[in-house]
């Protein structure tokens, strides 16, 4: 039995469990067959993960597999350090807590290093690149989120470098996301860039639609938000990532050790223009952007 522990929902990760499920066939484990799973969901309100945490381990499962997030990384490890953790974090895996090294990972967690979060530097640079005229950009943020303060730091420095004023607007729960966008629009943001979190992914159709009403370029950190309206994107493929979660679960059940499985990364970050929302907001795309573009939405 596998444990699946998951930050974000079901409706919003079914492409994800589909990567999953092909990174354990390709060891041969097929639910139904040879495995059962269990999983466990938490719509993005982290709290509830140590509680779900305990509970597959009351189960006895052979595995977890932490996924949609650092913290459900975390929340398995904090419970159990004989059964092993396979996660999926977006954030820097070794500055959050979740390992001691990437290449030697040690204990009974390993896991796929999405860095999601890390890259949150080079997609203001590529906002920027946009909107050269820019002055002052927003942030939206998680701040329950346990890479979010490596983040904002990381997009600070860029910032000052760029000479551009960062202003952080925080999202908890779906109910300050809205007043962080009359904020925003109050400060006169040029425009905005969406932080790594699984909530705020889960939120992406309404994220789209208030940049869209308010006006405001976004950058996002993964395409989902582009194939739903969103301006631009830039990161790595997360159904990819979520296969390898599956192929390392299925190496372990085979009988390798977690800690002498290296943590992953993604190999390759893809730049998503949409084409259609940039007209909307009356921005030409620079020619020196669209050359580094992987992928233009008509």
Known sequence: MIGFLSGRSS????????????????????EGKNIAIEFRWTDGHYDRLPALARDLVARHVAIIAA???????L????????IPVVFASGGDAVK??????LNRPGGNVTGVNIIFGALGAKRLE?????????????????????????EVEDVR????????????????TESEIEPAFTGLVERKADGLLIADDPFL?????RLVELSARHTVPAMYFSRDFVDAGGLMSYGPNLVDAYRLVGLYCGRILKGEKPADLPVEQPTKYSLLINLKT???????IPGTLLALTDEVIE
């Open 67 to 73: 996924v949609g997030g650092g913290a459900s990384g």
């Open 11 to 30: 409706a919003d990760s079914i492409e994800e469990v589909k990567g999953f499920h092909t990174g354990l066939a390709e060891t041969g484990h097929v």
């Open 201 to 205: 992914q889960g939120q992406r159709a």
């Open 157 to 172: 420095t860029a910032g000052r470098k760029l000479g551009l004023k960062i202003e952080i607007f925080s999202a908890r």
């Open 126 to 150: 590529l906002l920027h690149e946009l909107v050269p005229a820019a002055s002052t950009i927003a942030m939206l943020v998680n701040p329950n989120y346990p890479s979010a303060p490596i």
């Open 278 to 284: 940039a007209k909307a907001l009356g921005l030409e």
């Open 75 to 82: 929340a398995a490890k904090s419970v159990t350090s004989t």
């Open 96 to 101: 959050i807590g979740l390992v001691a090294s």
